[in-house]
């Protein structure tokens, strides 16, 4: 224990620094000189509260997940409102369309290609 001398020959009892460690604002606050018994009781009523509400929690995260029944696809639609089932036909549709665009569209741009070379090779052979 580290010593602090007050006044000459008295000689008071600090505590020995320790660690940081995560306390309330009472606790930081307390000082040898005003620790009285109803402090002390309280703070460990504290973290004994504490202590069991982390118990609690770890306890509650642990419980077993009841299984999750499987249904049909009719059946998860079966509070959907008719707006609702026209938007999901709808973007089903659209959905489709635009896979088939893009084959199209290579399609279309290799016969463009093709028109433009063969105008190309026909301008060299004629020399125009």
Known sequence: MAEKHDAPGEI??????????NSSATERSMTLS???????DEEIAQFELNEKLVDEEESSEKAPVDEVKAVSVLQLFRFATPL??????????FSCAAGVVNPVMIIIFSKL?????????????NDI
């Open 12 to 21: 008071v009892a600090l505590p020995e620094k320790q660690p940081r460690r």
């Open 34 to 40: 005003n620790v009285s018994k109803k402090d002390v």
């Open 84 to 93: 609702d089932r026209l938007l999901t036909i709808a973007g089903i549709f």
């Open 113 to 125: 290609m093709g028109v433009i070379i063969e105008y190309s090779n026909y301008l060299e052979d």
